[in-house]
C-alpha cells in the first residue's frame, strides 16, 4: 500500500518539479521518531502551495527547490502525524514523524485478516498498536488493552496469572460463551479457561488464567477490536461476542534487526484492597466457654486461661495487657513462649505482613530480516512471575517464528508457528476455603493472632522433632487445652502456602501455513491451514495436617487436551468497475474442527502416607476418573463484496453459510447476512469546510448465529459411583433436545467519525443495538419435572448502547507534544423474553445469593434476602431491635452492570522523553460481598467495636451501658430506639441481616497504568552501532484514585466466564506494579 | 474437493463416547434408593436439619439454621430437588424402562413395578409431609414446566390407593429388584412388609383427619407389617465415598463440631435414665452428659457431642423400622383401631426393639435387661407415665425415632408431644412445614402462588393437612 502510494507521489512531484521555476533548494532527512530509520515515501509540500512538493527517496532523504516566498514545508505521511517545519534561513530540514494510531486513514485490518483502508470501513473497529499494549510491560497482553477500546470491558482477577473477561458490548448469551473470540494472524485462539463452575461462583478452587494470554506481548504488532456482528460477520457461528484480532509482527523488508526487552517489576499488596481490623477484642464468640474470666476462656489442666482457639472470631474478650492467657503458639513446641501464658493483645503484626513483594521479569528478543525472496522474524519472551504470596510463581516462555518465502513473483508461501509453555506453582487458591488465605483473613480470624509467630510456627515446624499435627501449626487449634492440636477450619496460611499448593503445566502450540498465489493483478487466492493445540495438567493437594472442614486430605489430577484445525481457502477480488466505481470482493471456504478431552481423578478417603502426591497414595480405592470429550465441526462458505463509488461512499455486503454438527441434522444449516454503508462526508466538503480533515457516517445491519452447546441433542445417562458393586445409572439433570437450533444475533449499527484542525482533534461515536434471541441454553425447569433443567432455545436479550472515542492534541511543537485520547461506554442490558417463568438462575453462592436473568432487567442482577421498607424507603427495624427481612432469598438486591466506563490516556511527548498515563474508570453497578457478610460477623472490623452512641464500649452488655441501635424505623414509623446487644450473636453481620446489607456500589477510578520512557538521541546511537535505546519506568495500579467498596478491589472476580460476576469471597487486594524496562535495537 | 471433507456424519460428532445413551432399568433403582436414603438421614447444614426442628441437637456456633433460618442455606430447595429429580426422577425413568423390557418375565415385572412405585410412594409422601401442596400429578413431565401444585389430602389418598396396588401386585413367589435392591437385596417377601408397614404409616398420619378410612387402613396392614428388627427398611452404608452414611461425612470425616446435644433431648434422657443416652452421644468428661441450651451459639468443647455409633460410615440409614410400627399399633389401639394387642403391649414392643436396636449396633448385649429396667421405672411404664396416650407415645416415639429425624418431625407435629419451645433467637416459630423452594417462584410462578395463598401465605407456620392440633 505505501509502495504504491510513493510511486504515485513521486511521479506526481517529478512532474510538479518540472512543471515551477524554484528559487531556493531545501534538502534533508525524514526519519521514524520511533526507531530513527529513514522514511520513504512521506510527502513534502510547500504550506499555501499544496502544487509544490516531493517526496522521500527509499532511505528517506529529500531535495525540493521551493520559491523565495515559501516559509514552511508540510511533512505528511499515511499512519503518522502532519508536521510542519519552518525553513526560513536554513536548507537543511531533518524531521522525525510520530506514529499517529488515529490517523483515519490508516490501514485497518479486518475480518480474516484482510487488510483495508478505514475509509471504506462501514462498521466499528478500534485498532490498537502493539506499543500501546505494552506500554506499561503488563505480561498479559488481554489486560494491556484494559482501559483503551471503547466497548471492550475487561475485568482482571487480582490473582497471580489469573482470567480476564473480555466482553465486547455486553453479555449477549445468557448461558453460553461471551467471551470475545481471539484471532491471532488467521488463528482462531481458545479463550478458554478450565476453571470449575464451583470455583467461578465462589466455591473452593484456583483461577488457571485463560488461553488467550499464551501470546508473546513483544510479538503483537497490531489489535483491532471488531465489535459488531457486521465487523465479524464472515466469522461464523463465532463472531457474536465480537473479535479481538491479532496481528503479528513481521520481519523487515531489508538487513536484519535485533529488538530486546528486559524489565523488571516489583508489586506490593494495596492495603487500601484489605481488611483493616479492630484492636480492642480478641478470639471468642462471647461468654460461652470457662466457668471464669467472664467465660471468655478455657482453661487447661493447670488451671491456667486458654484462648478459644478453635473459634475463629473476635468477638471474645477486651485486650488486656495485665491478663495472661496461653495463645495457640504457646503450644507449639520451640516458640519462644511455649508453655507460657502471655498478655491478652491485639497481635502485633496482622495479615496484611503476610504479603511479600511480588517479583516479575519480563523478557523478549526479536531477530528479524528479510530480504527480495522473503522474510523473517524469530522471537522469545520469558516471564517469570513471583506473586504477592509465599511460593507463588508462574513461569511463560513463548518461542514464534514467522516466515514467509516469495517463491515466485506471484507464489508466497508463509507460516507462523508460536509454541508456549505455562508452569504455575502455588497459584493463590479463590472462593470460600481453607486454601484461600483471603477466606481465613477477612472473613474468620482472630484479631490476636501474630503473623509472624505464625510464619516461626510454620518454620519451626519443618524440624521433625518439633512437628505438630504433620507441620500443621495452626492458629486455629481444635481445643489445645484437651491435647488436641489439630487444625479446626484453617490451616496456618504458611502451611497452606509452601504445602497445600497447586501446580500446573500447559504447553500450547498454535500457527499457520499459508500460501498466496497472485492469479493476476485484480485476483489473488489464499490457502491456509492453521492449529491451536493445548495439552495441560491441572494438579492439586491438601497435605496431610490440613483441616478437613470442607474435604480430606487429597491429590486431584486433571488432564485436558484442545485441539482446532481450521482450513480456510479464499479469493481475492480487486477491480475498478468503472472510473469512479471500485470494487473488492472475497469469496471462500472454512472449515473448522475442534476436539477436546479431559480427565479428571483423585484419591479417595484421604493421604495413606505424607509427602507423595500420587493416585496411588489413597486410603480408599479411587472413585472412576471423569472423562469428557466432544468433538465440533463447522463447515462455512462465505462472500464478500465491497462497492465504492467515488471513494466516498462504500457498500459492504457479507454473506456466510455455516454448518455445524452441535445441531440436529435438518436444522444445522444457517446464514448469516451482513450489510453496510459508509459516506465519507469530508471528501464532499474539502472545499466548504477546511478545518474538517475526516467524517464519515456509517451504518450497518447484521444478523449472525451461533450453536455453541455440543452434546445437547441426543439424551444419554449419567453414571455415579456404583454402590460397592451394584452399578448405579441416572438420568442426567438436563434433558437434551433434538429440535435445536441456531440462535441469532440482529445488530443494528451507526456511527460517525470525524476529525479536525489537520486531525488535532477528533471524535468518533456509534449507537447499535444487538437482539440476540432464540439462545441455545439449558434452561433451568422445576425440579418437580424430573429433570433440573432443559436444552431449548429461548430467550432474548437485547443490548444497546453507545460508544464514544476522542482524541486531542492540545500542545504539539517538533519536540513537544500532548495527545488525550478518552473512550466511553455505557451498554444498557435487557433480558426481552424467557422460556417459562420471568427469571433464569445464572449461578448460586453462600448465603442463597444468587445471579440472574431477569425479564426487563439487566443480565446477572443479584437476588437474596432483603431489608422490609416502610413507604418512604427507611428500613424497618422489628420490636427486638433487628431488621425484619423478607422470609425468601429472591429479591433483588443489586445489579452488577456498569452504568458506563471509560478510560482517559494521556501521552505526553517532549524530544526523547515521553510520559504515558491511563486513567480507567467503571461508574455504577453493585457487588455483593461475601467478606463483609462475614467478617462482620465474626468481629473483625472496627465498625464492630469502639463506642455507641452513649459513649461507651457498644460490646459492653446493654444493662452497662453497650449495645447498639440500628439506624431505621419501627413498625410505627417513629425512630427506631431499641438497644440490642453487641455481643457475639454478630449484630452486624449475615446473622441478622439482610444479603442486601451487603451489597456496595462497584464503582471505581483507577490510574491503570502509567510509564515514562526515555529514547537516547540518535546522534549519540550512531556512535555504538546501535539503532534504539529505551529506558521506562512503568507503573500499573498505582493508585485507586475513588471506590465505594470498602476494604476490597471492586474489580476483583474469582474468575472469567458469567458466573461470579458481581459476587466477591476471599477477595484478592490488588497489586501496584512498579518496574523498569530497557528496550535496544540493533 | 470440499465435499468429501464436509460434515457428513451429525451423529459422529454429536454423540457423547464416554456416556451411555440406553441402561437396564433396575439400574436406576438403587440410585432412588440411595439418594431417598442419604436425604432422610443427612445432617448437612446445607440439607437436613430436621435433628434441629426437633431439637435432638443444636449447632454450637454456627446457628443458623438452629435459628430456622431457611434461606441462607436454601434448605427448601435442597431438600425437595433430591426428592423430586433424583429419586422421582429416576424411579420413574425405571417405570417406563422396565415396562418397556419384553425380556422380563410378567410376574418379575409386576414386582419390580410395584416394589418401584412403594419408593415412589414413600418419597411423595415426605413431600407432603414437608411442603403440602405440591406438584403431583402433573410432574415428573420435563414437557410440562409448569406443573400445578395438588391439594395435599387428594395426593395422601391417591398414595393409599397406590400402596395398596402395590401389595396386590406383590407376589414373594416370583424375584423382584435383584441385587439392584440396596435395601433388601430383591426379598419380596420384605417388601411386602415394608409395604403393609407404609400403609400403616399413612393411615395413622392421616388419622386426626380420617379416622374412619385410617381404621380399614391399619386394620388391612396390621397382619402384614414387619415382624422384627430383621425387617426394618434400611440401608447399609460402605466404608467408602460417596456410600458412607452422610452423618459419617459431616461428622466425622470433617472433622468439625457444629453439632451437640440439645437440653431439650439430653434433659429428658437424663431423668428416664435411658440406657440410650450413652449411645446416642458422647459425655462432655468422664461419664457427665451435657446438652447445650437449644439455639444460642455455644461451646463445642461444653455439651455432648453425638454418639460414637453415629460416627461409623457404615450406620444404616432408615426409612421404617420395627420399632415404629410398634408405637403406631399402640396409638392404633389407643384409637379404637382392631390391630390386636393393648397399646401398653405394643408400647414396650417398641421401646425394647428401639434400646436392642440401638444396643446392637453399638455392641452391648444387655439389651433386654436394659429395656425391662427402663421400662419398670414409673416415668416410662405405660400406666404410669404422664399424660394421655400421644404425649405418652410422643415422648419414647420421639426417643425412639433419633437416627429417623424426618420421621421425627412428622410425629411431633402430628402428636403434639414433646412439647418443644422456640429459642429466643428464632427468626420464626419452629417450622411446622418447610417453605417452597424459590426455584418454584422463579420457575413455576402461578401455581405456586395459587399453592401459597391457599394456605395462607407461604409460611413455616402453615400446617400441613393432617396436622389437626
Same mark, same amino acid.
Given at each position: ?80 502525524? =502532519? ?98 473470540? +481471539? ?90 484492597? #484489605?481488611? &483493616? ?41 477486651? +485486650? ?92 508466497? #508461501? ?310 460397592? =458393586? ?18 441469532? =444475533? ?175 474508570? &467503571? ?160 | ?10 451423529? !459422529? ?42 431439637? *435432638? ?75 403440602? $401442596? ?70 395413622? $398420619?392421616?388419622? !386426626? ?35 458412607? $452414611?452422610?452423618?459419617?461425612? !459431616? ?137 394421655? *396416650? ?26 403434639? *408431644? ?10 420464626? !416459630? ?13 420457575? $413455576? ?25
Amino acid at each position: 500500500m505505501r509502495k504504491h502510494l510513493f510511486w504515485v507521489i513521486l511521479l506526481l512531484a517529478g512532474l510538479c518539479q518540472q512543471a515551477w521555476a524554484q528559487d531556493r533548494n531545501i534538502s534533508g532527512k525524514v526519519t521514524d521518531r520511533s526507531n530513527g530509520q529513514g522514511l520513504p515515501g512521506v510527502t513534502i509540500i510547500v504550506k499555501g502551495a499544496p502544487t509544490i512538493g516531493t517526496s522521500t527517496n527509499s532511505d528517506g532523504v529529500f531535495a525540493l527547490s521551493v520559491p523565495s516566498t515559501a516559509t514552511t514545508l508540510v511533512f505528511s505521511f499515511v499512519g503518522y502525524a =502532519t508536521q510542519e517545519a519552518a525553513i526560513a534561513g536554513v536548507n537543511t530540514v531533518n524531521i522525525a514523524l510520530a506514529t499517529d494510531t488515529k490517523q483515519l486513514n490508516e490501514v485497518v485490518v479486518t475480518a480474516l485478516g484482510v487488510e483495508r483502508n478505514r475509509n471504506s470501513l462501514a462498521f466499528a473497529a478500534t485498532q490498537v498498536d502493539g506499543g500501546d499494549i505494552t506500554v506499561a510491560r503488563n505480561p498479559n497482553p488481554v489486560n494491556g488493552l484494559e482501559g483503551k477500546v471503547a466497548g471492550l470491558a475487561i475485568q482482571q482477577s487480582n490473582t497471580m496469572g489469573g482470567s480476564s473477561n473480555v466482553v465486547i458490548r455486553g453479555a449477549k448469551s445468557l448461558l453460553g460463551t461471551n467471551q470475545a473470540l +481471539f484471532v491471532v494472524d488467521g488463528v482462531p485462539i481458545s479463550n478458554q479457561n478450565t476453571n470449575s463452575a464451583n470455583q467461578q461462583t465462589g466455591r473452593s478452587g484456583y483461577d488457571y488464567g485463560n488461553a488467550a494470554a499464551d501470546i508473546n506481548p513483544d510479538d503483537i504488532a497490531t489489535t483491532t477490536v471488531l465489535k459488531g456482528a457486521a465487523a465479524t460477520a464472515l466469522y461464523g457461528e463465532r463472531a457474536a461476542n465480537g473479535v479481538i484480532l491479532i496481528t503479528t509482527k513481521k520481519g523487515r523488508r531489508n538487513g536484519l534487526g535485533v529488538t530486546i526487552n528486559s524489565g523488571i517489576t516489583f508489586g506490593r499488596a494495596d492495603l487500601s484492597t #484489605f481488611i &483493616k481490623y479492630q484492636k480492642e477484642y480478641g478470639a471468642g464468640y462471647g461468654q460461652i466457654y470457662g466457668p471464669n474470666e467472664d467465660s471468655y476462656f478455657n482453661r487447661d489442666a493447670s488451671g491456667a486461661l486458654v484462648v478459644p482457639t478453635g473459634e475463629d472470631a473476635s468477638y471474645g474478650g477486651r +485486650f488486656d495487657p495485665s491478663l495472661l492467657v496461653r495463645q495457640w503458639y504457646s503450644y507449639v513446641p520451640g516458640s519462644p513462649t511455649f508453655g507460657q501464658a502471655t498478655p491478652w493483645t491485639a497481635a502485633a503484626n496482622d495479615p496484611s505482613k503476610f504479603f511479600q513483594t511480588a517479583v516479575s521479569n519480563l523478557n523478549s528478543i526479536t531477530i528479524d530480516g528479510g530480504s527480495e525472496m522473503g522474510n523473517f522474524k524469530l522471537g522469545y519472551s520469558g516471564n517469570n512471575e513471583q506473586g504477592y504470596l509465599p511460593n507463588s510463581r508462574i513461569k511463560k516462555d513463548v518461542v514464534n517464528f514467522a516466515g514467509s518465502l516469495n517463491l515466485t513473483p506471484r507464489l508466497t #508461501f508463509s507460516s507462523s508457528v508460536n509454541f508456549s509453555r505455562v508452569k504455575g506453582l502455588g497459584r493463590y487458591g479463590t472462593g470460600y476455603g481453607s486454601e484461600n488465605v483471603m477466606t481465613n483473613f477477612r472473613q474468620w480470624w482472630q484479631t490476636n493472632v501474630d503473623i509472624k509467630e505464625l510464619k516461626s510456627a510454620y518454620d519451626l515446624s519443618t524440624n521433625p522433632d518439633l512437628r505438630i499435627n504433620n507441620g500443621n501449626a495452626s492458629w486455629n487449634m481444635r481445643s489445645p487445652q484437651s491435647g488436641d492440636l489439630r487444625a479446626f477450619y484453617w490451616n496456618n496460611p504458611y502451611f497452606v502456602r509452601y504445602n497445600n499448593y497447586e501446580e500446573d503445566t500447559r504447553y500450547r502450540l498454535f500457527g499457520n501455513v499459508t500460501s498466496t498465489y497472485k492469479v493476476a493483478d485484480w485476483f489473488d487466492v489464499l490457502g491456509r491451514v492453521s492449529l491451536d493445540s493445548y495439552d495441560e495438567m491441572q494438579e492439586e493437594r491438601s497435605a496431610l495436617g490440613s483441616t478437613t472442614s470442607s474435604y480430606l486430605p487429597y491429590y486431584s489430577r486433571y488432564n485436558h487436551t484442545y485441539r482446532e484445525y481450521n482450513f480456510d481457502l479464499f479469493g481475492n477480488f480487486k477491480a475498478a468497475i468503472t472510473q469512479s466505481i471500485s470494487f473488492r470482493g472475497l469469496l471462500g471456504t472454512n472449515l473448522r474442527r475442534i476436539s477436546n478431552s479431559s480427565i479428571f481423578a483423585q484419591t479417595n478417603g484421604g493421604l495413606a502416607v505424607p509427602n507423595l502426591y500420587s493416585l496411588t497414595n489413597t486410603i480408599s480405592p479411587i472413585n472412576p476418573p471423569t472423562e469428557t470429550q466432544y468433538g465440533v465441526g463447522v463447515d462455512g462458505v462465505f462472500a464478500n463484496a465491497t462497492f465504492g463509488f467515488l471513494d466516498r461512499v462504500f457498500l459492504d455486503l457479507t454473506i456466510r453459510r455455516d454448518k455445524s454438527t452441535v445441531l440436529p441434522e435438518g436444522n444445522n444449516t444457517y446464514y448469516y447476512p451482513s450489510v453496510a454503508l459508509g459516506y465519507v462526508f469530508s471528501e464532499s466538503l474539502k472545499e466548504k469546510a477546511p478545518w474538517l480533515s475526516y467524517g464519515k457516517v456509517r451504518a450497518n445491519f447484521a444478523q449472525v448465529g451461533s450453536a455453541s452447546a455440543p452434546l445437547a441433542v441426543y439424551n444419554y445417562y449419567n453414571k455415579p459411583v456404583s454402590y460397592g =458393586t451394584v452399578p448405579l445409572f441416572a438420568l442426567p439433570g438436563t434433558l437434551n433436545n433434538s429440535n435445536l437450533k441456531n440462535e441469532t =444475533t440482529r445488530s443494528y449499527e451507526f456511527g460517525v467519525e470525524t476529525s479536525f484542525l489537520q486531525s488535532r482533534v477528533g471524535f468518533e461515536a456509534t449507537v447499535y443495538q444487538q437482539n440476540s434471541s432464540d439462545q441455545l441454553l439449558a434452561v433451568s425447569i422445576p425440579a418437580s419435572t424430573g429433570y433440573l433443567a432443559r436444552y431449548v432455545n429461548a430467550g432474548e436479550l437485547r443490548n444497546r448502547g453507545i460508544e464514544i472515542s476522542a482524541f486531542v492534541t492540545p500542545v504539539q511543537t517538533s519536540d513537544f507534544k500532548w495527545t488525550v485520547n478518552a473512550n466511553w461506554t455505557r451498554n444498557q442490558n435487557q433480558l426481552l423474553s424467557l422460556y417459562s417463568g420471568d427469571n433464569l438462575v445464572l449461578a448460586t453462592y453462600q448465603q442463597g445469593v444468587s445471579s440472574n436473568a431477569t425479564i426487563g432487567q439487566a443480565y446477572g442482577s443479584l437476588r437474596g434476602t432483603d431489608f422490609t421498607y416502610d413507604a418512604q424507603g427507611r428500613r424497618i427495624v422489628g420490636s427486638d431491635g433487628y431488621y425484619v427481612q423478607t422470609a425468601d432469598a429472591n429479591n433483588v438486591i443489586g445489579n452488577p452492570t456498569p452504568r458506563w466506563r471509560g478510560g482517559i490516556t494521556n501521552t505526553i511527548t517532549y524530544k526523547g522523553v515521553s510520559l504515558n498515563f491511563l486513567v480507567d474508570i &467503571k461508574a455504577g453497578g453493585q457487588i455483593y460481598s461475601l467478606d463483609r457478610a462475614y467478617g462482620l460477623d465474626s468481629g473483625l472490623q472496627p465498625e464492630t467495636a469502639g463506642l455507641n452512641d452513649l459513649g461507651n464500649q457498644s460490646r459492653l452488655p446493654i444493662a452497662q451501658g453497650g449495645g447498639v441501635i440500628l439506624p431505621g424505623v419501627k413498625a410505627d414509623g417513629t425512630p427506631n430506639d431499641v438497644r440490642i446487644e453487641n455481643n457475639g450473636a454478630a449484630t452486624f453481620g449475615y446473622n441478622y441481616n439482610p444479603n442486601a446489607a451487603f451489597v456496595y456500589d462497584a464503582s471505581f477510578v483507577k490510574l491503570r497504568e502509567a510509564a515514562l520512557t526515555f529514547a537516547l538521541p540518535a546522534t549519540l546511537l550512531s556512535k555504538i552501532a546501535v539503532k534504539g535505546i529505551d529506558f521506562s519506568i512503568v507503573g500499573r495500579n498505582l493508585w485507586i484514585i475513588h471506590k465505594n467498596l470498602p476494604d476490597a478491589d471492586p474489580e476483583d472476580i474469582a474468575s472469567s466466564g458469567n458466573l461470579g460476576q458481581g459476587f466477591q469471597g476471599g477477595a484478592y487486594p490488588s497489586m501496584r506494579t512498579l518496574g523498569a524496562n530497557l528496550r535496544l535495537r540493533f | 474437493m470440499l465435499a468429501t471433507a464436509c460434515v457428513d456424519s451429525i451423529q !459422529d460428532y454429536n454423540v457423547n463416547p464416554k456416556v451411555a445413551a440406553t441402561v437396564p432399568g433396575l439400574t436406576l433403582v438403587p440410585t432412588a434408593e440411595r439418594t431417598l436414603v442419604r436425604t432422610l438421614t443427612t445432617t448437612n447444614q446445607n440439607l437436613g436439619i430436621t435433628r434441629l426442628l426437633v431439637q *435432638y441437637w443444636t449447632e454450637t456456633t454456627y446457628n443458623d439454621e438452629a435459628r430456622y433460618n431457611l434461606a441462607s442455606r436454601q434448605i427448601p430447595e435442597n431438600f425437595w430437588t433430591p426428592l423430586y429429580q433424583t429419586v422421582l426422577g429416576n424411579l420413574n425413568e425405571a417405570t417406563r424402562l422396565i415396562t418397556a423390557d419384553a425380556t422380563v418375565a410378567t410376574g418379575v415385572k409386576a414386582n419390580q413395578l410395584a416394589c418401584i412405585d412403594l419408593l415412589a410412594v414413600q418419597a411423595w409422601s415426605t413431600l407432603v409431609d414437608t411442603y403440602g $401442596n405440591i406438584p403431583y400429578t402433573e410432574a415428573l413431565n420435563p414437557l410440562n414446566t409448569t406443573p400445578k401444585y395438588d391439594d395435599a389430602a387428594t395426593i395422601y389418598t391417591d398414595l393409599i390407593r397406590r400402596v395398596n396396588a402395590d401389595i396386590a401386585a406383590m407376589s414373594t413367589s416370583s424375584a423382584g429388584l435383584g441385587t439392584s435392591d440396596i435395601i433388601y437385596n430383591g426379598s419380596m417377601t420384605r417388601w411386602l412388609r415394608y409395604a403393609n408397614t407404609l400403609k400403616l404409616r399413612l393411615a395413622m $398420619n392421616t388419622a !386426626d383427619v380420617d379416622a374412619a378410612r385410617s381404621k380399614t387402613l391399619a386394620e388391612q396392614a396390621v397382619a402384614g407389617v414387619f415382624q422384627s428388627s430383621s425387617d426394618n427398611a434400611q440401608l447399609t452404608f460402605l466404608t467408602a465415598l460417596p456410600n458412607q $452414611n452422610p452423618l459419617y461425612e !459431616d461428622l466425622v470425616s470433617s472433622g468439625r463440631a457444629d453439632y451437640v446435644g440439645a437440653d431439650t433431648f439430653i434433659n429428658p434422657l437424663l431423668a428416664l435414665n435411658d440406657p440410650r443416652l450413652s449411645i446416642y452421644f458422647q459425655p462432655v468428661s468422664g461419664s457427665t452428659y451435657k446438652g447445650a441450651p437449644y439455639g444460642p451459639k455455644t461451646s463445642a468443647d461444653n455439651s455432648s457431642q453425638p454418639g460414637t455409633v453415629l460416627r461409623s460410615a457404615t450406620l444404616p440409614g432408615v426409612l421404617a423400622t420395627y420399632s415404629e410400627v410398634q408405637f403406631m399399633l399402640a396409638e392404633a389401639v389407643e384409637r379404637g383401631f382392631a390391630v390386636g394387642g393393648t397399646a401398653e403391649s405394643h408400647y414396650n414392643a417398641a421401646i425394647t426393639a428401639s434400646i436392642a436396636y440401638w444396643e446392637n449396633l453399638a455392641g452391648k448385649t444387655t439389651a433386654a435387661a436394659d429395656a425391662a429396667t427402663y421400662l419398670a421405672q414409673p416415668s416410662v411404664a405405660y400406666t404410669t407415665a404422664t399424660g394421655g *396416650y400421644k404425649q405418652k407415645i410422643g415422648i419414647q416415639k420421639w426417643i425412639s425415632l433419633y437416627n429417623q429425624p424426618t420421621q421425627a418431625w412428622v410425629e411431633w407435629r402430628r402428636l403434639d *408431644y414433646p412439647q418443644l419451645t422456640k429459642p429466643a433467637v428464632a427468626l420464626t !416459630d419452629i417450622p411446622l412445614r418447610f417453605t417452597y423452594p424459590t426455584s418454584e417462584q422463579n420457575l $413455576n410462578g402461578a401455581n405456586y402462588a395459587t399453592a401459597a395463598s391457599s394456605i395462607g401465605g407461604d409460611k413455616v407456620t402453615a400446617k400441613i393437612f393432617w396436622d389437626k392440633f
